[in-house]
């Protein structure tokens, strides 16, 4: 034991150039795994923020999930679960049931509906609610009469103002203003009944406990209660998928008021999960490599150790203490960086205004210890890579142990049948659609990426075929000296092309399956919009306003569209799964001279209530075609059959589904969204008159690029899953090109005794330097070769399945790719040798 700490100390400080590259790659590996692990604990711990509710102690709501259970063959059923962004509304009834319950104060019945104001999206909720929050008067009294209100700003007392719900308006008196939100218009309680959507419904109940009753004796009555009389959420839910009424209470309040927040929440830990594989691997494949390559350079030393009587045990205990030392302090050194990277990434977040309103991501105090975990596991790996690194040298005979070792049968064997595992995953991407593809083309990616690593000294030795000459023809003295190096190294060539082919290939992957998915999307999109101009009204259309818009001159089509989701229930071997889609609602007749999603198959003039109209990659998916029935759950959980009345091609522009806008309507939150869309397409170029005339009070938006973002599908946590792709790719890529540079400046630092060797026998100062950038070219080049051909496989697979198109990565990335690429490359090359090329003559 004595002996193997003193190798260790005594190691340590020889080697200091060598231990710093790895001291580097594993800070880094911590501080990454750190801050995932952060925003993983933080998403996890995430919830609705409570705001309207904060006064009550309990909140009755509906149940916003849908659930579907499958048995697997051989196994236990299966349950999938996904949140839905509609309001799943209460039984009216439930209302008399909570206030008979012993120990309930109040029960106030909380319904939200969306009001133009004065050319401004307002909020509409009975004067009651307020005192959930609570809102309290400011100025003015409570409304008394159904044409009273209080607003929350904007407008004084005795104020009159024009307001518009759904598609009537009406004038009203402003008799007070309340604190909370400015966009509240508060309305007598029988007046919000009359305005608000879903007869003998309301969005929640809010109760309130009497006093020195404890919150939770009241939660099981009124649970126990609303399960005797039989309550339920949803009209229609599909088999299995019960709808009972939810009791809320501490921060699970919030999600009555926030319905984005959960499904994002929910989103946010599925993306970080399907990224953790390649974290991880990431990790891994860096800090194994860079241990591998420190101990690769020091095989002599070591052989030495046990051809002088060093034991195996002794060998891997000085190595083990050794990579430990090194470990523990850059481990440490990661966990304290991953804290100000997590709150670079909750920046970023709040910057771009990704998180969706009312989703609360809390960072408690204790959570910031868990970068110490990832610590130890950084450690953990950073100890398996160097036993691994030693392990021939440790069992080899004394006087076998200074031979130089050889890759081996096994090794080739191996990195073959992982190419041909890669190679047949994207053929079975190719065949597959959807989340199958993608997780066919990944695994691709994988086992490529492995069997090349494997493969690394019989690459360098291919490329040198194909190299060879040039260098040698190009490059004079120095062109020969480089060829002559690659040729007698190749297993160090090898190590040095592994990580850039990891760097590109992963690089390649991330950007280009995003961008040839974007703008596929973009290209159909563009080619589907035949409007001209878009007619946006707040809280609701007036009535007849779109037959008015038809019916004016120089209008050739007029087409109200609607945004909301419908959740697909399915089996992927054998496993539930549960999709949620965003879809479009149109209005029929004529959405073909506003809107062309390519029709290959029946006729979209057949919308109607009860149809549908679906794309082709997912009338593939659920085997469906024209005239067969689709089950489908709208926004809120409601389960329908509508008949396919066609099938068209432009899914990724438009959505997967088409349905008609009034049937998505009445399962939307609040009756509809507070912004009415109608897409309207002119006989000439210009705003007819006639429209500003149909719909006073509206706003009118030109051009194709308006037309667009009004059509436009997206999921609502987008913009959050976008900024965390974004930070993991580039952390992750960034880390990836650190590995190219340390594993290079581990390779440069065992080499200096060859350069100051080839100095003395006469080889010039400019001869290496230019024998170097030779080098470093071939390895570039080889690299950003072998890695694009990686990365291509299976990109070409995927985006041919998903998109109908070859992968397109656009120029600035792909230059930005290949000149970080090449700058690290040098960087890791040449730096580690200035000091043996440095004056007139080589040092002694």
């Known amino acids: 034991m004595k002996a193997a700490s003193l190798l260790a100390a005594r190691a340590a400080r020889t080697h200091r150039k060598a231990w710093a590259a790895v001291f580097a790659a594993l800070v880094l590996t911590s501080a990454l795994l750190g801050t995932f692990a952060l925003a993983v604990a933080s998403a996890g711990l995430g919830h609705a923020r409570v705001e309207r509710y904060a006064a009550a102690d309990l909140v009755v709501a509906g149940d916003q999930h849908t659930r579907y259970t499958t048995k697997p063959w051989g196994s236990e059923p299966e349950t999938a679960t996904a949140g839905l962004t509609e309001r799943v509304r209460v039984p009216e009834r439930a209302l008399d049931v909570v206030r008979a319950v012993p120990g309930v104060r109040n029960a106030v019945a909380d319904r939200v509906f969306p009001v133009g104001a004065g050319g401004r999206a307002a909020t509409g909720r009975p004067w009651e609610a307020a005192r959930l929050a609570p809102y309290a008067l400011r100025a003015g009294h409570p409304p008394r009469h159904d044409r009273e209100i209080v607003v929350g700003g904007g407008h004084a007392p005795g104020s009159r103002v024009l307001l518009r719900v759904g598609d009537a308006e009406a004038a009203y008196r402003v008799v007070g203003t309340a604190h909370g939100p400015r966009s509240a218009v508060y309305f007598t309680a029988a007046e919000a009944r009359r305005l608000a959507p879903g007869t003998g419904t309301v969005d929640a109940v809010g109760v309130v406990a ?102 195996p045990r002794q060998l891997r205990g000085a190595v083990g203490r050794e990579v430990g030392r090194v470990a523990v302090a850059a481990g440490l050194l990661g966990a304290v960086l991953a804290v100000p990277a997590y709150a670079g990434l909750r920046a970023l977040l709040a910057a771009r205004d ?240 506003t809107l062309d999603p390519a ?72 009756g509809g969204p507070g912004e009415r869309r109608v897409l309207v397409a002119a006989e000439r170029p210009g705003v007819p008159a006639a429209v500003r005339s149909a719909v006073p009070g509206a706003r009118l938006s030109q051009g194709a690029g308006a037309v667009r973002d009004a059509v436009r599908v997206a999921p609502a946590d987008q913009a959050l899953a976008d900024v965390v792709t974004g930070a993991v790719v580039a952390a992750t890529g960034g880390f990836t090109a650190l590995s190219v540079l340390s594993t290079l400046a581990l390779i440069g630092v065992g080499r200096q005794p060859e350069l100051a060797l080839l100095r003395r026998v006469g080889a010039g100062r400019a001869q290496l330097r230019r024998m170097l950038r030779l080098e470093a070219g071939a390895v570039a080049l080889t690299g950003l070769a072998v890695g694009t051909a990686v990365a291509l496989v299976p990109l070409t697979a995927f985006t041919l399945t998903s998109a109908g198109t070859l992968p397109r990565l656009p120029l600035l990335q792909a230059a930005l790719v290949v000149a970080l690429t090449s700058a690290t490359v040098c960087a890791g090359t040449l730096l580690p040798a200035r000091g043996a090329l440095r004056g007139r003559y080589p040092r002694a």
């Open 599 to 670: 029709v290959t198959e029946g006729a979209l003039a057949r919308l109607r209530p009860g149809t549908v109209a679906i794309s082709r990659e997912r009338a593939r998916d659920l085997d469906a075609g024209v005239g067969s029935p689709v089950s489908l759950r709208l926004g809120d959980g409601t389960a329908v059959r509508p008949r396919v009345i066609a099938v068209y091609e432009r899914g990724l522009g438009l959505g997967d589904f088409l349905l008609p806008r009034d049937e998505l309507v009445r399962h939307m939150s609040g």
């Open 354 to 593: 990704a998180l969706p309103p009312g989703l609360e991501l809390p960072t408690p105090v204790w959570l910031l210890a868990l970068p110490l975990g990832t610590a130890g596991v950084t450690l953990l790996i950073a100890r398996l890579a160097a036993l691994f690194a030693c392990a021939r040298t440790a069992k080899a005979r004394p006087a076998e142990a200074l031979r130089e070792p050889e890759p081996g049968t096994a090794r080739r064997v191996t990195g073959l049948v992982l190419l041909g595992v890669g190679v047949t995953s994207a053929g079975t991407a190719a065949l597959q659609h959807g989340q199958a593809a993608a997780a066919a083309a990944s695994a691709a990616a994988l086992a490529l990426v492995i069997g090349c690593a494997l493969l690394g000294p019989w690459i360098a030795r291919g490329a040198l075929c194909v190299l060879g000459g040039p260098l040698r023809r190009a490059g004079g003295p120095g062109g020969h000296l480089a060829a002559a190096n690659c040729s007698a190294t190749a297993g160090r060539l090898g190590a040095a092309i592994t990580p850039v082919v990891l760097v590109t290939a992963f690089m390649g992957v991330q950007l280009s399956a995003g961008a040839t998915l974007t703008h596929a999307a973009g290209a159909q999109l563009r080619d589907a919009v035949r409007a001209d101009l878009v007619v946006r009204a707040d809280g609701g259309l007036p009535a007849g306003a779109l037959d008015r818009l038809r019916a004016a001159p120089g209008v050739r089509a007029a087409t109200e569209v609607v945004h909301s989701t419908v959740v697909v229930a399915r089996s992927e071997a054998g496993s539930p799964r549960l999709d949620r889609l965003p879809v479009l609602g149109v209005t029929a007749p004529g959405p073909l001279r």
């Open 210 to 311: 009497r006093p020195g009753v404890r919150t939770a004796d009241v939660h099981d009555r009124v649970r126990a209660a609303l399960e005797r009389a039989g309550l339920r959420g949803a009209d229609r839910r599909a088999e299995g998928d019960a709808a009972r009424l939810r009791v809320l209470t501490g921060n699970g309040r919030g999600a009555a008021e926030h319905l984005a927040a959960a499904p994002a929440r929910a989103g946010l830990l599925e993306l970080l999960g399907a990224v953790a594989g390649s974290v991880v691997l990431v990790a891994l494949l860096v800090v194994s490599s860079t241990v591998a390559q420190a101990l690769r350079q020091r095989a002599h030393e070591l052989g030495l150790l046990r051809a002088v009587g060093a034991t």
